[in-house]
């Protein structure tokens, strides 16, 4: 039988050695053919996302359908690059709008800010006072009820 000392100095042996095993399967190192138009990717930009996952290696073209108008898209692995190293966008996210309809979003998102400082601009109306006011409540007529008493 092995003491409790002996265990410990094993299960830390196997982690050593298991750690230099993976040290040396530089997966970076090991990409003999890049795909056709991939990008390397930088792990360090990466370090934004806390994910227990592998991070990419490169990044390629990849195609989607656009979930509001249901065109085909593109989304290129120069704009992946961007997306997750520079703009840090989390590592799970992918593009499901195409161009057209993200600028729609955020011109009717403009448009609805420029409406509502326009209101806070705007002289307040004269009955806004009363509507601002709290609810009136009306009390339920209890007269015609008939009493019980408890007894």
Known sequence: ???????????????????????????????????????????????????????????????????DCGSKEIWTAKQQKWWYEVAKGNINSHAVRCYGCRKKIRDEKARQKKHMEEMAEKEPHSNEAFFKGPPKRIKPDRSSRPVRFCG
């Open 1 to 67: 039988m092995k003491s409790n000392k002996q265990r410990r100095l094993e299960i830390k042996a196997k982690r050593l050695k298991r750690a230099k095993k993976l040290l040396e399967l530089d997966t970076i190192h090991q990409i003999k053919v890049l795909p056709q138009g991939a990008i390397l990717a930088n792990h360090e930009e990466l370090k934004h996302n806390n994910t227990y996952g592998f991070f990419p290696e490169y990044y390629v073209d990849v195609s989607y359908t656009c979930c």
